[in-house]
């Protein structure tokens, strides 16, 4: 099946510094990728929607310039959390769209990071 | 806009024992796309189940299976003999066309199977 993985699984930093997370299909092309963000005990919520190639799109109340984003290949995008803050520390789950397939198709996620800002 | 509703935050079963999930939807758009997955602590998400909206036939699968109501706008989803294994955190998304098939999740029901 579609896999997709997310690297590092868990980060620790300190405030003020920068993380980049990875996300990468390992065997299908994903023309869209997207980022998540879950807090303990809630929901998913879209942070953005990345177009390989282009800018990426955010969701209402998400800073750009706090969250890059960049799709620079068909099987990857990164995220980056700049001069992260404690309140950055979630759990960020990407998931990535198989261009094989219909678009109403269901997602295929990776396994999540967990950053922990100090 | 779109609405996921999973009003059970927690809901804790002895082993064996049978236990549904709630999920309610609200959507404008009349064809759209109702998941489930399941989350385990290793914190991944595990695609279980996907049906569309012209399709209200339930399904099982194993030891689990779905009921889609579009009368009530609900699609619930029902552990038969509960596993410990099963312990984990359960979400019901929708996606339609309105929002590009992006889905949205319901806050979540985390099942806690005890031996």
């Known amino acids: 099946g579609a896999v997709v993985s997310q690297h590092p699984s868990w980060v620790i930093c300190k405030s003020g510094t920068s993380v980049k997370i990875e996300c990468r299909s390992l065997?299908?092309?994903?023309?869209?990728m997207f980022w998540y963000r879950q807090f303990p005990k809630q929901s998913l919520m879209l942070m953005a929607t990345?177009?390989?190639?282009?800018?990426?799109?955010?969701e209402q109340g998400v800073e750009k310039d706090k969250f890059l984003i960049n799709h620079a290949s068909l099987t990857l995008s990164t995220l980056t959390v700049t001069s992260a803050h404690p309140e950055d520390s979630s759990f960020y789950i990407c998931?990535?769209?198989?261009?094989?397939?219909?678009?109403?198709?269901?997602?295929?996620f990776g396994n999540g990071t967990r950053l922990t800002v100090t | 806009a779109q609405k996921v509703t999973q009003a059970q935050t927690e809901i804790s079963v002895v082993e064996k024992e049978d236990v549904t999930l709630d999920c309610v939807y609200e959507?404008?758009?009349?064809?759209?796309?109702l998941f489930w997955y399941k989350q385990p602590p290793s914190g991944e998400l595990v695609f279980l189940i996907r049906?569309?909206?012209?399709?209200?036939q339930n399904e099982i699968s194993g030891r689990y299976s779905w009921n889609f109501q579009k009368s009530t706008s609900s699609f619930n989803f029902t552990i038969t003999a509960s596993q410990v294994v099963d312990s984990a955190v359960y979400f019901c998304?929708?996606?339609?066309?309105?929002?590009?098939?992006?889905?949205?999740f319901g806050r979540g029901t985390s099942l806690i199977v005890h031996p």
């Open positions: 990345s177009n390989e190639g282009s800018k990426a799109t955010y």
């Open positions: 998304a929708l996606s339609m066309t309105g929002g590009s098939y992006i889905p949205t």
């Open positions: 049906r569309n909206s012209f399709d209200e």
């Open positions: 065997d299908f092309q994903a023309t869209t």
């Open positions: 959507t404008r758009d009349t064809t759209y796309y």
């Open positions: 998931s990535a769209r198989d261009r094989r397939v219909p678009i109403n198709s269901p997602l295929h």
